[in-house]
Structure formats: structure tokens, C-alpha cells
């Protein structure tokens, strides 16, 4: 297969759905062979089931052992992205905090031993993508936790850059993006949130999958592009 990723491995660590399925298609089609990894690995099996230069992989962001574990199993891969998240919402008063020690532990300290195992795995065209998220650049009261987790995925992506270097690290931060994440609020409410966002932010719409998906190839392959956050939010901190 041709393409910017052509014979690149890639990393990609998340759920089955929604966004880190958006990056591991994209990445395969963009002719990487990519590598779905995560804490249920049945699940991502059948997610990717007969789909073709792509294999299913274990691991718990969690836990470092596990991260040694899978940097062993690979050998060697091009580029890792990192998806995964544990999100700690409500104001201050009703904060748990052993979900603000998850939030933190999933989508910081995970996404840093990733880069303390793999770094050493990779080539200097390498290149880690972490996500962090628009609560760090639009603060509200109920996402104090996910506004800090994020902003520290900031940090981190700049700290890694300058101490990895000439291996690339970049974050991506979403806005509000149109996947199952926010089903929970249930159907009514899920259109009105949406309508409710899409009306005010500059570019008229909630984002999608495929924008961001689209964002971390470019972070993938921008071979000048480091220690940067993108921010794919449609200008929602704007508003």
C-alpha cells in the first residue's frame, strides 16, 4: 500500500470506536501497518476482525510493567499515539479523588512511561502523539479534573519533545467531537448539547472522527512539526 505511512508501524493505544478507530483506519490507509492496542484486546480483535495490516495488541496504560511488557513484544514501532483517557467531571466539592488520580495516571503518567519504553525503540524520525483535550484552553466550572489532566498532557508533550529530540512529540486537542462518548446524556439531550455547541463555536459544527483522525496524521508526518498542540476545536474556546 502507498501512501505517507508507507512500511511505518504504528501504535495506536485506545477503545475500538470512536476516535482511536478513526486514527487506525486512517493510518492503514495511509499505508502503515498499525498495531490496536488496548486493555481488552477481544473486543479490539473484533473490532478489526479480517481488516488487513492490522494486529490487536494488550496493554494498561496504568501499569508500567504492562508498557515494558508490549515495548518487548514490538521490537521496534515508528510512531505511537496515544488516546486513552479516564475522565474525572463535577465540580470541586463532589471530586473523587482516585478519579482525578486515574484521569491523571491514564492520560499523563501513561502516555510518559509509553514514551520512557518505546523512545529507546524508535528511529529519530520517530514520533508520539498525546491527546489532550479543549477543557485546558476553555475553563468551566464541572471539568476542573479533565481541564488540569489535560493541560499536563500539554506539558508533557513539550517536555518529551525537547528530551527526545530529534524524535518528534506532539498533543492533539480535541473539542467537542461527535462520537459515543457523550450517549450517556441520552438522546434529546445529546442534540441539544450538540446544536447547543455547533451554533456558537466559529465553525458552525461539531467535530468529527475523520477531523481529528486527519490532525494526527499530519502530526505524524509533519517532519517539522514538534512539541506543538493542534487544537481541532472548531475555535470553541473562542466563544
Not at 482516585?98 to 491514564?106: C, E, K, M, P, Q
Not at 528530551?163 to 442534540?191: C, F
Request: proline share 4%; hydrophobic share 45%.
Amino acid at each position: 500500500m502507498t501512501g505517507p505511512l508507507r512500511d511505518e508501524t504504528v501504535l495506536v493505544i485506545g477503545r475500538g470506536g470512536g476516535i482511536a478507530r478513526a486514527i487506525v483506519i486512517a493510518a492503514r490507509d495511509a499505508g502503515a501497518h498499525v498495531i490496536a492496542a488496548g486493555r481488552d484486546r477481544r473486543a479490539l480483535c473484533d473490532t478489526y476482525a479480517g481488516e488487513p495490516d492490522i494486529t490487536t495488541e494488550t496493554v494498561d496504560l496504568t501499569d508500567e510493567s504492562a508498557i515494558a511488557a508490549l515495548g518487548e513484544r514490538l521490537g521496534s514501532v515508528d510512531h505511537a499515539v496515544s488516546t486513552a483517557s479516564a475522565r474525572a467531571r463535577g465540580p470541586l466539592a463532589d471530586l473523587d479523588p482516585d478519579a482525578v488520580r486515574l484521569s491523571f495516571d491514564t492520560k499523563v503518567i501513561g502516555p510518559l512511561l509509553l514514551a520512557k519504553h518505546l523512545a529507546p525503540r524508535m528511529g529519530e524520525n520517530g514520533s508520539f502523539t498525546l491527546f489532550s483535550g479543549v477543557a485546558a484552553a476553555k475553563i468551566a466550572v464541572g471539568t476542573l479534573a479533565v481541564a488540569i489532566t489535560n493541560g499536563a498532557a500539554d506539558i508533557l508533550a513539550r517536555s518529551l519533545a525537547l528530551e527526545l529530540a530529534p524524535i518528534r512529540v506532539n498533543a492533539i486537542s480535541p473539542g467537542v467531537i461527535d462520537t459515543g462518548a457523550w450517549d450517556a446524556l441520552g438522546e434529546q439531550a445529546k442534540a441539544d448539547y450538540f446544536a447547543d455547541i455547533g451554533a456558537r463555536n466559529p465553525a458552525r459544527r461539531i467535530g468529527t472522527a475523520d477531523d481529528i483522525a486527519n490532525a494526527v496524521l499530519f502530526a505524524m508526518t509533519s517532519t517539522f512539526l514538534t512539541g506543538a498542540t493542534l487544537h481541532i476545536d472548531g475555535g470553541e474556546p473562542l466563544t
